[in-house]
């Protein structure tokens, strides 16, 4: 076993300033409450409900109420103390959609411990800067999941960090840390905390060669999920089928497992996002609401007249993650019985919703409204000025939910957020007379592979690093299905290599599969303006535009 190491405490970087933090607080949206006792209270009212549905990591299914959630986490958060995992330490979470995801998440909350919000998907490219960039103390894996296993992984992170965290396997742990281990413990109590705090680490989809991590508060973060709860009517008789990865900030908060955990409701994981898989478990657990991407939703369109199970009993289907287009947003009542909700959302903060008693005009063609009457909204033209009402710009945003600042990045901030603390998201939209927002496009260097995000500048690095290759520029290209894909135009020394060696390269580089590029473009140089010299926003653009043609 690692011996306990020392972790440096997290700064927190960009507080909000004390006049918002009064402000949120005398509004009463900022509460002193703390994901350490969120699960404890819950469970008070709640104990003998049903709280997760899913497989275990042995593929066993299972079955928690609120006591027993409540239990195996404490047990667990006694595992984490005995390892020397305390309140502030960095916990970086990958785990699939499993029950053991809801009982580590609450067992790290217990603790005061943040967790980093990996996804199944990241490989050591990306594991191993979230270890490194957060001075993890431990990272908790599943043993295998979908043909990949994840000890391996492990094996690859730790043997590149200096001071690696322990790593906690749920299911056969081999040389690590079984988390059954950590489970054969007497309960702890909940840490007391306080709710102004750093909660967790979240992640960005990301602009730049680095990914982001989002510090969102106890009081900011539980606020957002306490009113998603009630704009999106969700009660202890919520039943709600997670089908996107549990980590992902829209699946976990608008209003997510957290939110049917905060009023009492049941959440069921689905082990994969398939429609089969998806619609026998609507029709067994009697799901009522689910949150889905849109290429998801326009899958489940299409295997609907294949499938004889009983959809009765879903009321909500929730699409995010990217702009689901009015067409087929038209098709989900007619076709599948059920209220599409548009979610436009980020993991920074500002959440839209359309509302359920919408008329159907505003649902099909809009991204919603925000959350909350203090969540300031402004539409600015390429010179931060205003536009006119019902023009299209960037939209900036500030807000009780809305971060001021990435973590440990000074420099970035200063850029991504005005000096009063607007947080510039990168969307191009307009604002309808009635305050909704229509997505209309994108200013940041990010590609949107059917909600999946990939920075375009973190692509670039890793293939400029492949020894033929002399500069590159990786932009989106349409696609049909997942709305856009990935493009990398190349610039090599001599004869290129082949598109798939550079693929290749790339996955052996740790860089998780969404990352890859879908295509790669071999040129003899880049499109250059009259002045010879173009920036690469503008030279991704000129490139993106010939794809389009
Ligand atoms: P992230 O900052 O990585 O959490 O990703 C959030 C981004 O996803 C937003 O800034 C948008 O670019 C995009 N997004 C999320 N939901 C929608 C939606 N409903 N329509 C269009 N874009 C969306
Ligand atoms: O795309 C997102 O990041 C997102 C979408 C919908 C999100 O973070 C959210 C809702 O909370």
């Known amino acids: 076993m690692t011996s306990a190491i020392r972790r440096s405490p997290l700064v927190a970087t960009a507080p909000y300033p004390p006049e918002f933090a009064e402000l949120y607080r005398g509004a009463g949206y900022w509460t002193d409450e703390t994901f350490a006792q969120f699960l404890p209270a819950r469970t008070e009212r709640f104990g003998d409900r049903v709280a997760v549905i899913g497989a275990d990591a042995r593929g066993e299914q299972q079955r928690l109420t609120y006591r027993d959630l409540d239990e195996s986490a404490a047990r667990i958060a006694t595992g984490l103390l005995e390892l020397g995992i305390t309140a502030g330490d960095r916990v970086v979470l990958q785990l699939p959609n499993i029950v053991e995801y809801v009982e580590v998440l609450c067992a790290v909350f217990r603790i005061g411990a943040l967790p980093v919000f990996a996804l199944p998907a990241h490989r050591s490219a990306e594991i191993g800067f979230f270890c490194r960039f957060s001075d993890a103390a431990a990272y908790v894996v599943a043993a295998e999941n979908g043909g990949f296993d994840y000890r391996g992984l492990a094996r690859d992170v730790v043997a590149d960090l200096e001071r690696p965290p322990h790593v906690i396997v749920a299911g056969d742990a081999a040389e690590f840390t079984p988390l059954a281990e950590l489970r054969a413990h007497e309960p702890a109590p909940a840490a007391d905390l306080d709710s102004g705090a750093v909660a967790f680490l979240q992640l960005s989809g990301g602009t730049t060669g680095t990914p982001k991590l989002i510090p969102r508060t106890h009081a900011d973060y539980l606020y957002s999920?306490?009113?998603?709860?009630?704009?999106?009517?969700?009660?202890?008789?919520?039943?709600?089928?997670?089908?996107?990865?549990?980590?992902?900030?829209?699946?976990?908060?608008?209003?997510?497992?957290?939110?049917?955990?905060?009023?009492?409701?049941?959440?069921?994981?689905?082990?994969?996002?398939?429609?089969?898989?998806?619609?026998?478990?609507?029709?067994?657990?009697k799901v009522t609401m689910t949150?889905?991407?849109?290429?998801?939703?326009?899958?489940?369109?299409?295997?609907?007249?294949?499938?004889?199970?009983?959809?009765?009993?879903?009321?909500?289907?929730?699409?995010?993650?990217?702009?689901?287009?009015?067409?087929?947003?038209?098709?989900?009542?007619?076709?599948?019985?059920?209220?599409?909700?548009?979610?436009?959302?980020?993991?920074?903060?500002?959440?839209?919703?359309?509302?359920?008693?919408?008329?159907?005009?505003?649902?099909?063609?809009?991204?919603?409204?925000?959350?909350?009457?203090?969540?300031?909204?402004?539409?600015?033209?390429?010179?931060?000025?205003?536009?006119?009402?019902?023009?299209?710009?960037?939209?900036?945003?500030?807000?009780?939910?809305?971060?001021?600042?990435?973590?440990?990045?000074?420099?970035?901030?200063?850029?991504?957020?005005?000096?009063?603390?607007?947080?510039?998201?990168?969307?191009?939209?307009?604002?309808?007379?009635?305050?909704?927002?229509?997505?209309?496009?994108?200013?940041?260097?990010?590609?949107?592979?059917?909600?999946?995000?990939?920075?375009?500048e973190e692509v670039e690095n890793h293939l400029v690093a492949h020894p033929a290759v002399l500069d590159v520029a990786v932009v989106s290209m349409p696609d049909q299905y997942l709305g856009e894909r990935t493009c990398a135009f190349v610039v090599t020394e001599g004869e290129p290599p082949k598109a798939l060696a550079l693929k290749t390269f790339l996955r052996e580089r740790g860089l998780a599969a969404y990352k890859i590029p879908d295509k790669v473009q071999f040129v003899d140089a880049f499109p250059v303006t009259g002045v010879g010299k173009i920036s690469r926003v503008e030279l991704r653009r000129a490139l993106a535009a010939t794809l389009r043609d």
């Open 225 to 285: 999920v306490r009113e998603s709860a009630r704009i999106c009517g969700v009660d202890a008789d919520t039943r709600m089928l997670v089908v996107l990865p549990a980590a992902h900030n829209f699946p976990m908060s608008s209003p997510g497992i957290l939110g049917v955990l905060h009023s009492g409701g049941t959440v069921v994981l689905a082990p994969d996002p398939s429609p089969d898989t998806a619609f026998a478990l609507i029709e067994s657990e």
């Open 291 to 456: 949150s889905l991407v849109p290429p998801l939703a326009m899958a489940w369109l299409a295997a609907r007249p294949r499938s004889d199970r009983d959809l009765s009993s879903l009321q909500v289907m929730q699409v995010g993650g990217a702009k689901f287009p009015a067409e087929a947003a038209k098709r989900v009542h007619p076709e599948l019985g059920c209220i599409v909700q548009q979610v436009f959302g980020m993991a920074e903060g500002l959440v839209n919703y359309t509302r359920l008693d919408d008329d159907e005009d505003t649902i099909v063609t809009t991204q919603g409204r925000p959350i909350s009457v203090h969540d300031e909204i402004r539409v600015l033209d390429d010179d931060d000025r205003p536009v006119a009402p019902g023009e299209t710009g960037h939209l900036l945003t500030r807000g009780p939910y809305t971060i001021r600042g990435y973590y440990a990045a000074p420099e970035h901030n200063s850029t991504a957020f005005t000096p009063d603390g607007f947080y510039r998201t990168g969307d191009i939209v307009r604002v309808t007379d009635t305050g909704y927002i229509v997505v209309e496009g994108r200013a940041k260097d990010q590609i949107n592979r059917g909600g999946e995000k990939v920075a375009a």
